[in-house]
């Protein structure tokens, strides 16, 4: 009998003599019914930890996070258009040591899942019962020759982690003359925030617009089209930033001459004065040992998000390998932490885990720096597929850009910051 | 431009939602509560946890469940214009769209 089966049966002997008022017991000094670990602090995991405690307060809930802050991704590329600010897009995590979350700054450096402990880079390593993997996303630059080096990484920012990059890219597309040319390249699809990218464009070409109008935006997308709202990023290209932004489908940067600032695509060589390749990426690297799907994503279950090489793993948020039509983003991280919050819970208290999830998304994107858009989407576990998938009749895009939705963008943002780490 | 120094009023909601004795923390839930608990979760993502909205969206906690009910199904139905909530009532059925309304409805919050 290993611990956690010990404790079930003390639980449901408790349980069945009637004696117990297992409600209570969180005040009491007692041990916990559980321990879980969460690593990783951003949407997903913040979400997760949270979640945890609020609907299961005896379970002793550890969230590791290597940064101080959290600092939102959705948002951010408004700091590259000039007209928010880095800090105003940045919580601390105090927010969950009040729901009774312990916060260890650290970095996880390796899961031993025999012996079922976090090890990490300074303190000592972690026990759990249960586990929730959110490492969100690692960068692939062994795909892109000549950006190998930290040294090369650092004069070409993928600015696609919000912090110290993002503010470094605002400072050089301000340094950068009127008439210059600014690059951006996407990798293929799956990638983190399908629409990012073509929000980071327009927001930009807004910049531009209003500040160096002579100024030209080059998108390089890798995938045969806009992989995200395609009409309605099409359509503000081509009406309000007309001469400024230009998209080239089917463009994958295959190699990157530093030298000579020129990207090589697979037809054509391309010169830039500023680039920013956001490059092909995995699952976090923590999450390695649980990678299944193209070498790249982490095969999860989807009534509870359970790891399928390893059990007692559960793994949310950028790194898995989705369900179909389930886009890599904040709020769907957010929804993925709360089924497998309430899965953990359930396992851990021997209940049946539900078999009818439902959760969905909202993705809020500015095509100027006031005006966005959104796409949504809600999805039900198909027990036939046994997968998520999305509910037909529901969901769609906006019929167009508009300032009320730019303001609920904004919203949108405040309340899952709060949702997640308030 | 909406500008955000709110770190001081996500730091006092925080405090209310961990000193509330919420309807979520029941640990003996029975399957069904569990289940309507985390479809409202759901929602949470806009509307922050338990419905309380910090601003900007509608507070859902402890509305009328009838209110709720019938603006759900207005949006479903697109009798109330909307910009994204019809999208996203058309994806739950009657039944879920009344639990949930009454899920929030029962959510208890300081008069």
Redesign the interface.
Known sequence: MTALDRRHFLLAAGAGAGSLA??GCASFSQRPLARVVVIGGGYGGATAA??LK?????LEVTLVERNEAFVSCPISNLVLAG??RIE??T??Y??LG???VRVVRDEAVAIDYERRVVRLARGDALPWDRLVVAPGIDFLYSQIPGLESPQAQEQVLHAWRAGPQTVELRRRLEAMPDGGTFAISIPRAPYRCPPGPYERASVVADYFRKAKPRSKLLILDANPDVTSKPALFKAVWAERYKGIVEYRPNSELVEFDLRNRTARLQVEDVKADLFNVIPPQRAGRIAEGLITVNRQWVGVEFLGFESQKIPGVHVIGDAIAAAPAMPKSG?MA??HA??AA?AV??RI?G??V?E?????N?CYSFLT??EAV?V?????YDPKQKTLVP?P????L?PGR?E??G??A??????????A?? | MPQFPFARRLAAAGALLAASTSPVALAQATPAEREVRTWAASCAACHNTEGRSLGGMPALAGRSADDLYRALIEFRTGKRPATVMHQHARGYTEDELRRIADWFASVKIAR
């Open positions: 297992l409600s949270k979640y609020l609907w299961e307060p005896r007209t928010e105003n897009l919580v601390r105090d927010g009040r729901h009774g709020f957010n929804n709360k089924v309430a819970i359930a208290t209940q049946p539900s009818s999830p439902i959760i969905a909202t720096t006031t959104h949504a989407s809600v999805h039900k509910v009749g529901a969901g769609g906006s508009t009320l939705e303001q609920y904004y919203a949108w943002a405040r309340n899952i910051w709060a949702d780490l308030g």
